[in-house]
């Protein structure tokens, strides 16, 4: 079992850059791959970006693509989303989830855990 806490979002205005963190606790982090979902209101949810066990395989939205970036560092137990060239669009609530297949995917269905969410605002 693993928890899975997500912080760095905020409102920043368009052209910005935000770092998000996904902080695991309970079981050691290097044993799951780890994607990033965000939601609108309204909206579903829907795929950012994901990474593997190693870190050696990384998938992106297009809409990600060129702009975020994520990376791990299993000694710390986290996942970070670099986002750089914020647009209004990119306003949503961001998720971190994980599951203990090495794979990278877009779907939400092989994530087994889930955190609680943060908010980014971007302002045009």
């Known amino acids: 079992q693993v928890q899975l806490v997500e912080s760095g979002g905020g409102l920043v205005q368009a052209g910005g850059s935000l770092r998000l963190s996904c902080a695991a606790s309970?079981?050691?982090?290097?044993?799951?791959?780890v994607g990033w979902f965000h939601q609108a209101p309204g909206k579903e949810r829907e795929f950012v970006a994901a990474?593997?066990?190693?870190?050696?395989?990384?998938l992106y939205a297009d809409s990600a693509k060129g702009r975020f970036t994520i990376s791990r560092d299993n000694a710390k137990n986290t996942v970070y989303l670099q986002m750089n060239s914020l647009k209004p669009e990119d306003t949503a609530v961001y998720y971190c989830?994980?599951?203990?297949?090495?794979?990278?995917?877009?779907?939400?269905?092989?994530?087994?855990?889930w955190g609680q969410g943060t908010q980014v605002t971007v302002s045009s």
């Open positions: 989830a994980a599951t203990v297949d090495n794979l990278v995917s877009r779907i939400t269905s092989p994530y087994d855990y």
């Open positions: 990474i593997n066990l190693s870190g050696r395989s990384t």
């Open positions: 309970g079981r050691s982090f290097s044993t799951y791959s």
